[in-house]
């Protein structure tokens, strides 16, 4: 593999992951509020959220190794393990170790959650809330396109989208998935009572 397609393919898969994180922490803060529509049923929202969490690990992996054993930097495998170890830009790329370890524990007990049960799940996925933006602070301080317009842009878009989805979390209240069923069953009680 040529020095040049290991720098390109470590640029893509370092911000089309960010890209990704981004959807799977909004469909995350969305869908405890219970957002769905009549043609987008609550559990297509589920299934998007982890199917793109997984396409993300995916993504993230491929950055990594190409990051690790890209001749340029000469990562190698110590600052994938161990955040804060490498010589080169030690302190964004440990940023980067610790979301990208925070990221697999989410995944992993993700994978596991019938076994761990849902409170241990629950406080591990509580993590996503200092993946992401770590993710985000690493993206923004480290690589040969941190301050290209390009990226700059996708990290705004993506810092802006996140931001609205938790006003929207905090300031909607929740949607009641059976409050029609409900106030239809209340209006048959009510009718059909004897008077």
Not at 96 to 111: K, N, P, R, Y
Not at 113 to 124: E, S, Y
Not at 176 to 181: I, M, S, V
Request: proline fraction near 6%.
């Amino acid at each position: 593999m040529s020095n040049q397609l290991l720098w390109y393919t470590t640029r893509g898969t370092g911000a089309v992951p960010l890209v990704l994180l981004t959807a799977v922490v909004i469909l995350g803060v969305l869908g405890v509020r219970r957002f769905e529509t009549v043609g987008w049923p609550r559990f297509l929202t589920a299934a998007l959220h982890e199917n793109l969490a997984l396409t993300a690990l995916a993504l993230l992996v491929l950055h990594i190794v190409t990051a690790a054993v890209d001749p340029f930097t000469s990562l190698g495998w110590m600052p994938v393990v161990i955040p804060f170890s490498s010589y080169y830009r030690t302190f964004w790329l440990g940023l980067g170790t610790i979301a990208a370890e925070l990221f697999a524990a989410l995944i992993f007990t993700s994978l596991l959650r019938g076994r761990i049960g849902p409170r241990t799940w629950k406080a591990v996925h509580w993590l996503a809330y200092a993946c992401w933006p770590i993710a985000l602070v690493h993206g923004i301080g480290t690589g040969t396109d941190a301050r290209s317009l390009w990226l700059v842009a996708i990290q705004v878009v993506c810092g802006i989208a996140v931001a609205v989805a938790v006003a929207l979390r905090l300031l909607r209240p929740p949607v009641d998935p059976l409050a029609a069923d409900r106030a239809r069953f209340r209006e048959r009680v009510t009718r059909e009572a004897p008077k």
